[in-house]
């Protein structure tokens, strides 16, 4: 059974970076689509950056494209979030999410995903 751990959240000023980083244990992340969710309080959870299978194509929310990355390391079986110039309205819980077969092209589509970790709070304050 897949298990997703994530990491790497905090406390940052507004400008800053953080890594996230989603560990996966019990199956490999290869054959996956992997994606990155986050939920402010009082809003819906919303889809941040996706990495399809192989990591060669990767998609991204329009408030976060040019200052979010995602990217896999095969190796360690783990999928990063580098979140650069960092704005207080990415301010959230983040979640990772991974489906082996996904029913929908749209990586935003949460409920097509069943596995999930249990997020990480990123607080982007001055």
């Known amino acids: 059974q897949l298990q997703l751990v994530e990491s790497g959240g905090g406390l940052v000023q507004p400008g800053g970076s953080l890594r996230l980083s989603c560990a996966a244990s019990g199956r490999t992340l290869d054959f996956h689509l992997v994606a990155w969710f986050r939920q402010a309080p009082g809003k819906e959870r919303e889809g941040v950056s996706c990495?399809?299978?192989?990591?060669?194509?990767?998609d991204y929310a329009d408030s976060v494209r040019g200052r979010f990355t995602i990217s896999r390391n095969h190796a360690k079986n783990t999928v990063y979030l580098q979140m650069n110039s960092l704005k207080p309205e990415d301010t959230g819980v983040y979640f990772c999410?991974?489906?082996?077969?996904?029913?929908?092209?749209?990586?935003?589509?949460?409920?097509?995903?069943?596995?999930w970790g249990q997020g990480t709070q990123v607080t982007v304050s001055s």
């Open positions: 999410a991974a489906v082996r077969n996904p029913r929908s092209p749209r990586c935003s589509l949460s409920s097509q995903y069943d596995n």
């Open positions: 990495t399809v299978i192989s990591g060669r194509s990767t």
